[in-house]
């Protein structure tokens, strides 16, 4: 089944730390995106690539870095810069970039401890 | 300034009751709305919305969209437990990078027994 695989679910971080969530397609879409949840706060967008090779950085990109060197990969990684990086963290792609198939991952729930 | 407004922010009823979940947006260029369940992962797709006073509907679910007055209502008829849920709604700009969504804040809908 076609799908987008988010892992790891739960993932513990000290502070100073680098983590990278994984994020994999296997939609063929070639828009990927990093969104951020915090309670009672919408989706709010970190990072989105259209293409590979390419990434543009969305209204919270400061203290996260991502990569797309694979259509089907979009790495991300919340640096020792991110001064709040406990939320909960969803990718997503699209086709072309059409809000039709918009798909979701499952989420990974970051917490610095 | 928040481009999608919902209310309430916050909502909780007994079972078989009606509810109804508001969403105003401010785009340049409106292409679609989008409403989304999520109960602890991922969103989940409910409906999209392009047209104004064309009512889409999926059971006890229904949904309409005013571009005059730049608002959408999702009903739900006789809630049930499991319609307990955060609702998304999300707005795609047409004047934005493609595939590009605005969230809302969401609805937490809590339905008791």
């Not at chain 1, 679910?9 to 969104?35: I, P």
């Not at chain 1, 970190?46 to 979009?74: M, P, T």
Request: positive net charge.
């Amino acid at each position: 089944d076609g799908g987008i695989t988010q892992s790891p679910k739960y993932l513990f971080r000290k502070e100073g730390q680098n983590v990278t969530l994984s994020c994999e397609q296997n939609l063929n879409h070639d828009a990927m995106y990093w969104y951020r949840q915090d309670p009672g706060q919408g989706l709010r967008l970190i990072y989105y690539s259209q293409i590979v090779n390419d990434f543009q950085k969305g209204d919270i990109a400061e203290g996260y870095s991502v990569s797309r060197e694979k259509k089907e990969s979009f790495p991300l990684t919340v640096t020792s810069a991110q001064k709040n990086p406990t939320a909960f963290y969803l990718c997503a792609s699209s086709i072309g970039g059409s809000a039709y198939g918009y798909t979701f991952g499952s989420g990974t729930r970051l917490t610095v401890v | 300034e928040d481009k999608v407004v919902q209310s309430p922010l916050s909502l909780v009823v007994h079972e078989g009751d009606t509810v109804t979940l508001n969403c105003s947006y401010e785009v340049t260029n409106f292409r679609s709305l989008l409403w989304y369940k999520q109960e602890k992962k991922a969103p989940t797709f409910l409906f999209m919305l392009t047209s104004s006073g064309i009512e889409k509907k999926s059971g006890r679910l229904s949904s309409i969209l005013d571009k005059k007055e730049l608002f959408s209502i999702l009903n739900i008829t006789a809630t049930q437990t499991g319609d307990s849920a955060i609702y998304l709604c999300a707005v795609h700009d047409r004047g934005s990078t493609l595939g590009r969504l605005y969230f809302g804040r969401g609805t937490q809908l809590t339905v008791w027994p």
